[in-house]
């Protein structure tokens, strides 16, 4: 067994353990509500798919798909890509598509702005980092799929690669929930 092997068993150890240890703490008195009565069980079947669309699976399954796509496009080294004049066509509609949209979005009137006008809060830094890579991905794959690589096997390299990553984050994002309602 290896060590991302281990870690995943830890933390399924962990998941499987904490409604026992609420039920447990709950007893003894301690203030934390149980996820083994009435009310924790509702929950808990509720809420049980929340682990699934949670931040951290999103985020885990958007790096492993760019850790792919830049492995397997052939972006690296940089260095060598930039003397590419194909390389140096993407990077021009990519600046000519992508600039003018963030302007426009940071424009005073635009609606992607926070109430009081400004940058934080704003849907726009809410939704910055997933545009960002979206778009780098996108890029990727039409430099890649230009020296004829499968879109395919760049978009799941990294999921290959570390096929414990994404139930490892669907595990963790059960019990930091767990311990979210335990402590409400």
Same mark, same amino acid.
Request: charged share 15%; aromatic share 10%.
């Given at each position: 067994m290896n060590? /991302?092997?281990?870690?995943?068993?830890?933390?399924? %150890? %962990?998941?499987?353990?904490? =409604?026992?240890?609420?039920w447990v703490l709950s007893a003894l008195g301690v203030p934390c509500r149980s996820i083994l009565d009435e009310e924790g069980l509702r929950w808990l079947f $509720?809420?049980?798919?929340?682990?699934?669309?949670? $931040?951290l699976v999103m985020c885990?399954?958007?790096?492993?798909?760019?850790?792919? %796509?830049?492995?397997? /496009?052939?972006?690296?080294?940089?260095? $060598?890509?930039?003397?590419? &004049? $194909?390389?140096?066509?993407? *990077?021009?509609?990519?600046?000519?598509?992508?600039? =003018?949209?963030?302007? +426009?979005? &940071? +424009?005073?009137e635009s609606p992607l702005l926070s109430v009081t006008g400004g940058f934080a809060g704003s849907p726009l830094l809410d939704g910055l980092l997933f545009l960002g890579w979206f778009s780098f991905i996108v890029f990727c794959l039409c430099y890649g799929h230009g020296k004829h690589e499968s879109w395919t096997k760049m978009l799941t390299h990294g999921i290959r690669s570390y096929p414990?990553?994404? =139930? *490892?984050?669907?595990?963790?994002s059960f019990c930091w929930q767990c311990l979210a309602y335990m402590n409400s």
């Open positions: 060590n /991302s092997e281990r870690v995943f068993v830890f933390a399924l %150890v %962990v998941a499987a353990l904490l =409604p026992f240890v609420s $509720r809420h049980i798919n929340d682990c699934i669309h949670s $931040r885990v399954l958007c790096c492993l798909m760019m850790q792919g %796509v830049i492995k397997e /496009s052939g972006i690296l080294p940089l260095g $060598r890509a930039f003397r590419e &004049a $194909r390389f140096l066509r993407y *990077l021009a509609v990519y600046a000519i598509v992508f600039i =003018p949209v963030l302007l +426009a979005a &940071a +424009a005073p414990l990553f994404i =139930p *490892l984050a669907i595990v963790l």
